[in-house]
């Protein structure tokens, strides 16, 4: 599937953002179809705004993109991965370098660009991924980007689960969630070999209503984690 669709994206160097988003839509799709993984929707994929949701692991971004064309924000370091990085770029994917100064006002560009050609832009707000025990805290640089803009900012949660039995020594939390310091090539073929991969996604009804001082960067991250909480807690 790389192959296939990697030649595809360096021979037809797809122009425009909406061009290169339904790229990675189809990618995605296929791959998921490909390995046999099943996905669950609650609620609707806003058309436009931000989504922010918990993250798990790199798989969550195939989920996403495989639910609709959409535009992401990573990590800057994800542009030098070998074939990756290169995919990513190729895709459409917002840059951002942490402790860069004038990276923010950058990012906020490429969403504004995307939010403009129609594309709702998915972004995680912990900033890195975890086991799923716990939602991490929301940094609020990027939060507050989009909502300087004054784009809709909808809420969303992730889960994974197992539909058939991989055996006493695998588990959702190591298994298919990648976090901490581990080995990503090592992680991926093991997840590679996992049978009867769920992925459940919720979307709120409505956008975040944030308070009136919504621009107060810390307040907005603290009233985005609770309505992802609240969807989490929708069991």
């Not at 609707?44 to 798989?59: C, D, K, M, Q």
């Not at 770029?89 to 990012?107: D, N, P």
């Not at 909808?154 to 581990?182: E, K």
Request: aromatic content about 10%; hydrophobic content about 45%.
């Amino acid at each position: 599937m790389f192959v296939v669709f990697g030649t595809e994206l360096a021979v037809k160097r797809p122009a425009t953002r909406e061009q290169r988003a339904d790229w990675l839509h189809r990618f995605c799709a296929r791959a998921m179809r490909g390995l046999g993984i099943e996905i669950s929707v609650m609620g609707t994929f806003p058309e436009r705004g931000a989504v922010i949701s918990n993250h798990l692991s790199y798989v969550d971004i195939v989920v996403f993109a495989t639910l609709r064309p959409c535009v992401f924000v990573s990590k800057a370091e994800i542009r030098s991965w070998p074939v990756v990085g290169w995919m990513t770029t190729m895709s459409g994917t917002v840059y951002v370098e942490r402790g860069h100064g004038g990276s923010a006002m950058r990012a906020r560009r490429g969403m504004q660009a995307a939010v403009d050609a129609g594309l709702p832009v998915v972004f995680f707000p912990e900033g890195t991924t975890s086991n799923g025990s716990q939602l991490l805290k929301f940094h609020s640089g990027l939060l507050a980007q989009i909502l300087d803009g004054g784009s809709p900012v909808t809420a969303a949660y992730l889960q994974y689960s197992f539909v058939v039995d991989n055996g006493p020594d695998v588990s959702v939390g190591d298994d298919i969630c990648y976090w901490g310091d581990r080995n990503m090539l090592a992680h991926i073929f093991k997840f590679l070999g996992l049978r009867g991969v769920r992925a459940e996604v919720r979307f709120a009804e409505e956008p975040i209503a944030f308070s009136s001082d919504r621009l107060h960067r810390k307040l907005a991250a603290v009233e985005a984690r609770s309505a992802v909480a609240a969807l989490r807690d929708q069991v």
